[in-house]
């Protein structure tokens, strides 16, 4: 892993924080690696701290009583997962697994509250990528609820847009078969939408690049939900 204190000073959730802060922060985090298919924490599991990915990919996820697995979020580089225990107490409400080799930052629930409790600018910075991750979830869940497959899919390809800032050409960082369960559908039915969206040329696909043929058109599938 790189340089321990430049990996911190560029996360998100410590980003601007002076360099006295940093060394406070760096004293109490802890390197883990995991391999592919490792599972981090399971739902229910003491929540005793939480974790960023400083390298690969970790799928938080729940699973029903008939075993069907509903994928919650994917998080990457950069990004903080299991922190809700730290502040509320009790347990992890999701389970983590590790999607492709991964290294963490472990930070130790205990040590981490008393170090937020004595320096502000850290806990502003975790309110505000608390407050982000809220609006994500909502917007999760009104399309989980109210929006059609089409609708949910469409609305992922355009984040995607955004966040890989590309005009025409996105690369799916998931298997299609895991973003068939973050859209709360099945691998059959997402391959059906693709094939639809591609005749009617909104996109292109070829493996896991899609080229964006009909912005407008892909906007107005993911408001009104249906090809």
Do not use: W
């Not at 869940?141 to 025409?168: F, I, T």
């Amino acid at each position: 892993m790189e340089n321990f204190l430049s990996i911190i000073s560029n996360i998100p959730l410590f980003k601007g924080l002076p360099q006295s802060q940093l060394e406070k922060i760096e004293k109490i985090a802890v390197k883990k690696n995991f391999k592919k298919g490792e599972l981090i924490f399971s739902e229910n599991d003491e929540g005793n701290g939480f974790y960023i990915v400083a390298r690969g990919k970790v799928k938080i996820y729940k699973v029903s009583l008939e075993g069907k697995e509903q994928i919650l979020h994917i998080f990457g580089q950069g990004e903080p997962f299991g922190e809700v225990p730290v502040f509320s107490g009790g347990v992890f409400p999701a389970n983590a697994q590790v999607l492709e080799k991964c290294s963490l930052i472990f930070f130790p629930r205990k040590a981490f509250i008393q170090l937020i409790s004595e320096n502000i600018p850290i806990v502003l910075n975790i309110l505000g990528v608390l407050s982000m991750r809220l609006r994500q979830f909502t917007v999760q869940v009104e399309n989980l609820s109210l929006k059609e497959v089409p609708g949910r899919l469409a609305g992922y390809l355009l984040l995607l847009v955004k966040e890989q800032q590309v005009e025409d050409l996105i690369q799916l960082n998931i298997s299609k078969g895991q973003l068939a369960s973050l859209l709360g559908t099945i691998p059959e039915t997402l391959s059906r939408i693709f094939s639809k969206m591609n005749d009617r040329g909104l996109i292109e696909v070829e493996g896991r690049s899609i080229k964006i043929l009909d912005t407008d058109g892909l906007e107005d599938l993911a408001v009104y939900g249906k090809i």
